[in-house]
């Protein structure tokens, strides 16, 4: 069992930063794949990036490729988001997610416990 809880989420200007983390319970994080997802109003729940077990794969959408950075810290038992150059679009939910798949990691349903979501806001 795992238990994911995030924070850092918040109202920020387009052109922007926020940092999310997600800290895990249980002594088995390193065992996951980590992932971020969101979910804006009205839409459904849409990948973002995923980092490997190792930490050294990782994997965007397309659309915050160069902006967005995921990472991780197997001591702390913590997946990190840093997004940078924030655009309204980015406006979500977002969920911090482990899986303990190893292919289609961008597909919500391979993702095995999921975080209860931080808000991030991105003003014009």
């Known amino acids: 069992q795992v238990q994911l809880v995030e924070s850092g989420g918040g109202l920020v200007q387009a052109g922007g930063s926020l940092r999310l983390s997600c800290a895990a319970s249980g002594r088995t994080f390193s065992s996951y794949v980590m992932g971020w997802f969101r979910q804006a109003p009205g839409k459904e729940r849409m990948f973002v990036a995923a980092?490997?077990?190792?930490?050294?794969?990782?994997y965007y959408t397309d659309s915050v490729k160069g902006r967005f950075t995921i990472s991780r810290d197997d001591t702390k038992n913590t997946v990190y988001l840093q997004m940078n150059s924030l655009k309204p679009e980015d406006t979500a939910v977002y969920y911090c997610?482990?899986?303990?798949?190893?292919?289609?990691?961008?597909?919500?349903?391979?993702?095995?416990?999921w975080g209860q979501g931080t808000q991030v806001t991105v003003s014009s």
């Open positions: 980092v490997g077990r190792s930490g050294g794969s990782t």
């Open positions: 997610a482990a899986s303990s798949a190893y292919y289609y990691l961008k597909i919500a349903g391979n993702y095995n416990y």
